[in-house]
């Protein structure tokens, strides 16, 4: 019919008046921030009184060795956490879904640290990792394995972190991954089944491509989620950074030269590079993985 217009969500002015609150949200406290951090990163002085101060923020972040010390330990975080972190997660998951018969026991299990305050679990790792009477360092003495200075060591900062990081990272990937696992229809199996493909046919031809939307988006959110440490710092070495800035990281370098240093100019032009970082870092890392599904 002449005149006629089809239907669409997006042609009903009421769709747009239930989408207003949510967008304001959005807006406020998403996009308004992030154009505020953008134009302070080009100012320096404090927040009550800043002054225009050019790109001199961003020359001064990127000359600054403590800047490149904790990028360089953000990326050893992500690279090595998100790859251990999944593996582990995709064969618990995997074993619940196949081998466990009481697998909401064991869900909520795994579950549970994921809605733990990661403080509190900093405290129990702190507990654990102590030098003097921690339990990991007892049990190491079992192997003939000398006590490790894991929380007071320039060396082991980093590598405890990244214990502590796959830790906590288990509990949301293995229940994404438990997900991914019951979305993948049993007729797959069967036909695999009558063809007499064995159980790593079946994982590699069957559940792998199956999961790969789900992996890819674990990848992503990990990576992101990675790169933006900074509680887990806090919790493990107790406020601090690890001896001698040694667990130093982007967030809590940006959070030391706002809050401690006072100088929101700098932490600001610290934030857009982790912001850029991350932008390319995904948009490479999706376009990977789509060649990859192809």
């Given at each position: 019919?002449?005149?006629?217009?089809?239907?669409?969500?997006?042609?009903?002015?009421?769709?747009?008046?239930?989408?207003?609150?949510?967008?304001?949200?959005?807006?406020?406290?998403?996009?308004?921030?992030?154009?505020?951090?953008?134009?302070?990163?080009?100012?320096?002085?404090?927040?009550?009184?800043?002054?225009?101060?050019?790109?001199?923020?961003?020359?001064?972040?990127?000359?600054?060795?403590?800047?490149?010390?904790?990028?360089?330990?953000?990326?050893?975080?992500?690279?090595?956490?998100?790859?251990?972190?999944?593996?582990?997660?995709?064969?618990?998951?995997?074993?619940?879904?196949?081998?466990?018969?009481?697998?909401?026991?064991?869900?909520?299990?795994?579950?549970?640290?994921?809605?733990?305050?990661?403080?509190?679990?900093?405290?129990?790792?702190?507990?654990?990792?102590?030098?003097?009477?921690?339990?990991?360092?007892?049990?190491?003495?079992?192997?003939?394995?000398?006590?490790?200075?894991?929380?007071?060591?320039?060396?082991?900062?980093?590598?405890?972190?990244?214990?502590?990081?796959?830790?906590?990272?288990?509990?949301?990937?293995?229940?994404?991954?438990?997900?991914?696992?019951?979305?993948?229809?049993?007729?797959?199996?069967?036909?695999?089944?009558?063809?007499?493909?064995?159980?790593?046919?079946?994982?590699a031809r069957i559940t792998m491509p199956q999961l790969i939307p789900t992996i890819t988006f674990l990848l992503?959110?990990?990576?992101?989620?990675?790169?933006?440490?900074?509680?887990?710092?806090?919790?493990?070495?107790?406020?601090?950074?690890?001896?001698?800035?040694?667990?130093?990281?982007?967030?809590?370098?940006?959070?030391?030269?706002?809050?401690?240093?006072?100088?929101?100019?700098?932490?600001?032009?610290?934030?857009?590079?982790?912001?850029?970082?991350?932008?390319?870092?995904?948009?490479?890392?999706?376009?990977?993985?789509?060649?990859?599904?192809?």
């Amino acid at each position: 019919m002449k005149g006629f217009k089809k239907y669409s969500a997006e042609n009903q002015p009421k769709a747009w008046l239930f989408l207003f609150p949510a967008l304001a949200i959005i807006g406020v406290f998403n996009i308004y921030p992030m154009f505020k951090s953008l134009w302070m990163s080009f100012q320096k002085g404090t927040l009550l009184n800043p002054r225009f101060t050019g790109i001199d923020n961003y020359v001064t972040v990127l000359k600054d060795p403590v800047f490149h010390t904790a990028m360089k330990n953000t990326a050893i975080y992500a690279f090595f956490v998100v790859p251990i972190c999944l593996v582990i997660s995709l064969l618990i998951s995997w074993l619940i879904f196949e081998k466990i018969k009481n697998k909401g026991f064991f869900e909520t299990i795994f579950f549970i640290p994921y809605v733990t305050s990661t403080i509190a679990i900093g405290i129990v790792f702190r507990y654990l990792f102590n030098g003097n009477y921690g339990i990991v360092n007892h049990v190491l003495g079992w192997v003939g394995i000398a006590p490790i200075n894991w929380l007071n060591s320039v060396n082991m900062s980093v590598p405890t972190l990244i214990i502590f990081g796959v830790w906590t990272g288990l509990a949301f990937n293995i229940i994404i991954l438990l997900a991914g696992f019951r979305n993948i229809s049993e007729e797959y199996y069967k036909v695999a089944d009558m063809f007499g493909a064995s159980n790593w046919e079946k994982f590699a031809r069957i559940t792998m491509p199956q999961l790969i939307p789900t992996i890819t988006f674990l990848l992503t959110v990990n990576f992101i989620g990675a790169f933006k440490i900074y509680s887990q710092v806090y919790a493990l070495f107790g406020g601090t950074a690890g001896v001698a800035n040694s667990a130093q990281t982007a967030v809590f370098y940006i959070y030391d030269k706002f809050h401690v240093a006072g100088r929101p100019g700098i932490a600001m032009a610290a934030t857009m590079i982790l912001f850029a970082l991350i932008l390319l870092f995904t948009a490479l890392q999706n376009k990977i993985v789509k060649r990859v599904e192809r």
